[in-house]
């Protein structure tokens, strides 16, 4: 069993520049969802996706968008950039069903704004 | 607005002794409740999840418990080891909802 991956490990980058973070879900998993972690903080729910559909959004401005992918990995795209946009971002995979989310979350990409 | 309180931030113990990391939240209606670990910088590993019909869930030296209609969880370590030194995060999943909202977790330190 594959589990979840995510690329790059580490990104900086200028304010006002686009990011685009990837993300493959646990092998047999439909959904993902990405997060946000800041420094000392719990991570903060950016949106899910589900059969390659957005399935919920957190409070983040349009500037953070995502895709889905046939064969359900991921893409988070962020649009000009700013400082505060520095965190660890999260992906994590699942299997949707009512009731029951288990998510099992990938490494993480670390992005530095500057 | 569902709001996750973790106690205490955190927590520095000497190798062998048991331990309790607390958590609650303001809203019942969840669907179930995860205990995570997180090394520094890393990403999350799942510990264990408890569904919102049960009271506990074991694994190992770990034990989870539910208490829904109080609005807490605690995660209980036996015999705790200098590998076990890690953030514990607790989330729930949200009734009629795709997220998970986190608290901001218990840094713990277990001395040798």
């Known amino acids: 069993e594959t589990g979840v991956t995510q690329s790059p490990t580490h990104l900086i980058k200028t304010r006002g520049q686009q990011v685009t973070l990837r993300c493959s879900s646990q092998?047999?998993?439909?959904?993902v969802s990405w997060y946000q972690q800041a420094l000392g903080q719990g991570p903060q729910f950016i949106f899910q996706?589900?059969?390659?559909?957005?399935?919920g959004r957190g409070n983040f401005p349009p500037r953070f968008s995502g895709l889905q992918f046939p064969n359900y990995s991921s893409e988070l795209n962020v649009n000009a950039l700013e400082l505060d946009d520095s965190a660890l971002y999260l992906c994590?995979?699942?299997?949707?069903?009512?009731?029951?989310?288990?998510?099992?979350f990938g490494p993480g990409t670390r992005l530095t704004v500057t | 607005k569902q709001e996750v309180t973790q106690i205490p931030a955190a927590l520095s113990v000497p190798e062998g002794e048991n331990l309790v990391l607390n958590c609650s939240f303001t809203d019942s209606a969840i669907y179930n409740l995860q205990w995570f670990r997180q090394d520094p910088g890393k990403g999350l590993t799942s510990l264990l999840l408890?569904?919102?019909?049960?009271r506990e869930q074991t694994s190992g030296r770990l034990n989870a418990s539910l208490d829904k209609s109080s609005g807490r969880s605690t995660l209980y370590i036996a015999a705790s080891q200098p590998g076990d030194s890690a953030t514990y995060l607790c989330a729930v999943h949200q009734g009629g909802s795709e997220k998970l909202v986190f608290g901001k977790g218990t840094k713990l330190t277990v001395n040798p």
């Open positions: 996706y589900y059969r390659e559909e957005e399935n």
């Open positions: 092998s047999g998993h439909n959904t």
């Open positions: 994590a995979s699942s299997s949707l069903k009512a009731g029951a989310n288990e998510q099992y």
């Open positions: 408890i569904q919102s019909s049960q």
